[in-house]
């Protein structure tokens, strides 16, 4: 199976450059799965949720979601992306499995980042995951690394690949995900982007790029640079993902021990 992911540099707003150079950065790939950033057309700091809004796209109808169904037939792959997503008045930081007929897998991010909780209203859905044929796909976003329940709640719905779109600035996510690869013995692709972003006078976000592709054994199969926008698409053997043992005598998710663990 060829999995892979986009890391992209967009302009804060400039919806139709950033799809555009979306287009020259996946022309002449194909895959299976390809997964872009969180807001990967839109860019990231949005100061208002006013804002947020104005630049949200239904799912139904939206350009960003036409602009991924052609992008689907012309790479062959499923594409995860992150988006803003506007539903009955609401704004969500979303993300979306879509192929040449359409969405096909839906999730709103859970964890909201520092500001983002002044911009957007916080997921309303399930973990999703959802099946396209050679795998079974997760989808979190960005910030829900930082809370190993959402990697392990994907796992345990049968997720194979974790799909994490993501615009990082702490330093400790790439590293961070090859704990949840190991915990879960899942693949985790994390799409980033690169750039600075300082729409807040004073506050520029520098966003850290090293996207990556880590295997259940918590192998880094590929780390993409800290500021350049790059295309990966590698081949992997998704049947790892389906072995839970990592010896005869311990199974990940037939020893956890839920009669110790607490909700809080
Ligand atoms: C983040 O969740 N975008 C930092």
């Not at 950033?37 to 109808?61: C, I, V």
């Not at 909780?117 to 973990?127: A, Y």
């Not at 994490?164 to 702490?170: A, D, K, Q, T, Y």
Request: hydrophobic content about 40%; charged content about 25%.
């Amino acid at each position: 199976m060829k999995i892979g992911f986009v890391q992209n540099e967009p302009r804060f707003g400039e919806v139709e450059h950033n799809l555009d150079r979306l287009s020259t950065l996946l022309a002449n790939h194909s895959a299976d799965l390809i997964v872009l950033p969180e807001l990967f057309n839109t860019g990231y700091q949005f100061t208002t949720r006013e804002e947020a809004l104005k630049l949200a796209e239904p799912l139904s109808g939206g350009r960003t979601v036409e602009w991924l169904m052609e992008a689907s037939r012309r790479t062959q792959a499923a594409l995860v992306a992150g988006l803003a997503e506007s539903s009955g008045g609401r704004v969500y930081n979303s993300a979306v499995l879509v192929r040449p007929e359409g969405v096909i897998g839906h999730y709103r991010k859970a964890h909201l980042f520092d500001t983002e909780k002044r911009v957007f209203d916080p997921g309303d859905l399930p973990l999703g995951v959802f099946d396209i044929g050679p795998a079974r796909v997760g989808i979190m976003i960005c910030f829900d690394w930082r809370f190993p329940e959402t990697a392990r709640t994907l796992a345990l719905k049968g997720a194979d690949i974790i799909a994490h779109p993501s615009n990082l600035v702490l330093k400790h996510c790439p590293d961070a995900m090859i704990t949840r690869c190991l915990e879960n013995r899942v693949f985790a692709i994390t799409a980033d982007r690169v750039g600075t972003e300082e729409r807040v006078a004073g506050q520029p976000l520098r966003f850290i790029g090293q996207s990556q592709v880590v295997d259940p054994d918590g192998n880094v199969l590929h780390r993409a640079s800290a500021d350049q926008e790059e295309v990966k698409i590698l081949s992997v053997d998704i049947r790892q993902a389906r072995e839970k043992r990592i010896n005869p005598n311990n199974d990940l998710f037939d020893d956890r021990r839920e009669d110790l663990y607490i909700a809080r």
